[in-house]
């Protein structure tokens, strides 16, 4: 019991404690004085209405102003511990906030990865194509047979670009350069722009889910892919730019240019 009481005057505020004993004392010199002097030889009754008016207003009056000069020095002291109490409370929500937000990004990033493998399957699959289309029998068979069918076991292996290194090791002058490779007939510009065009998708989503240092969508961009997507995109016919951009890429462009560099 006595520990209580010590504790809960601990916890006391100092001015009111202070308060309490200069009112004590107050209290006991008016008493004081009121005995000692005229008013001990009197009783109230004799004492007009006004003058005791005057006298309890005199006599009360500092122990207002001291109560209230206490009371603005508490509430000042309140008003400090909630705004402490605000701004604790707007750090946690701003953690929280941070903490939702970086749940949403992470999940966000997964759903990418898991998209982007399906999209690579795509991608080796387009990319397959044009090689058939550069190399293969309409072409004289500038590539064995036994070699694009191993090619072809390897990407059904998910190796899904296995055709887009086999293009980035190529003599590309042998071939007639990059744009014959790419654009010299009409199968050939359809895949190659139908390759542009998933990879700026894929491109576009890696944006969006993206980490401020932009991390996905430059290893996106030095894959043998990218790398390829890199090449088509710089040898494209000045015709053709416009049929082949149908996402926003100024915000990956820079990524790309590191790459070639």
């Known amino acids: 019991m006595v520990t209580r009481a010590i504790a809960r005057l601990r916890q006391t505020d100092w001015r009111i404690f202070m308060g309490g004993i200069l009112t004590v004392l107050w209290l006991i010199a008016g008493i ?3 005995r000692g002097g005229k008013f001990s030889q009197t009783t109230i009754y004799d004492i007009p209405l006004e003058d005791l008016g005057s006298f309890l207003e005199g006599a009360f009056a500092p122990l207002a102003f001291l109560w209230l000069v206490i009371g603005l020095f508490i509430q000042q002291r309140e008003l400090a511990d909630n705004t402490e109490v605000l701004r604790q409370t707007s750090i946690q929500s701003e953690k929280q906030t941070q903490a939702i937000a970086a749940t949403e990004m992470n ?12 999209v690579k399957g795509q991608l080796g699959g387009i990319t397959g194509m044009l090689f058939i289309s ?8 500038l590539v064995p047979r036994d070699r694009i069918a191993e090619m072809w076991h390897m990407l059904a292996r998910r190796d899904d670009q296995v055709f887009a290194r086999e293009f980035l090791l190529f003599d590309a002058d042998a071939y007639g350069g990059y744009e014959a490779l790419f654009y010299k007939t009409e199968i050939r510009r359809r895949h190659t722009e139908n390759f542009m065009r998933t990879f700026d998708r894929l491109m576009e989503m890696a944006r969006n889910c993206d980490s401020p240092n ?7 961009a030095q894959t043998a892919h990218g ?5 088509m995109r710089e040898h494209q016919p000045a015709e053709l730019k416009f049929e082949c951009a149908p996402v926003d890429t100024a915000d990956y462009e820079e990524v790309f240019e590191r790459t070639r560099a």
């Open 214 to 220: 932009g991390i996905i969508a430059e290893s996106m």
């Open 32 to 34: 004081v004085y009121v």
């Open 107 to 118: 999940a966000r990033q997964e759903t990418f990865f898991k998209i982007a493998e399906s």
């Open 227 to 231: 790398l390829l997507y890199n090449h």
């Open 134 to 141: 550069c190399v293969g029998a309409t072409e004289g068979q």
